[in-house]
């Protein structure tokens, strides 16, 4: 009986610690991918930038061309 709560014992530390690990690690993703949306969300606007631009450049090359 001993025996079985010292292993027993070994194993609730073993899960404390691998949820402990789990919980950093998680952390750290949920910090990852919020840099992630950020940049994401800047390349975006960078993106509809550029295109707006360019829609207002067209009618220009296209009267250039005429």
Not at 3 to 25: D, G, P, T
Not at 39 to 48: A, E, F, Q, S
Request: hydrophobic share 35%; net charge negative.
């Amino acid at each position: 009986m001993e025996n079985e709560l010292i292993a027993l014992e070994s194993k609730l530390a073993q899960l404390i610690q691998v949820c402990s690990q789990l919980r950093s690690e998680n952390h750290q993703l949920r910090q990852e991918l919020a840099q992630a949306q950020n940049l994401n969300r800047l390349c975006h606007d960078k993106i509809d930038s550029a295109k707006a631009r360019l829609e207002k450049l067209l009618p220009t090359l296209s009267e250039e061309q005429s």
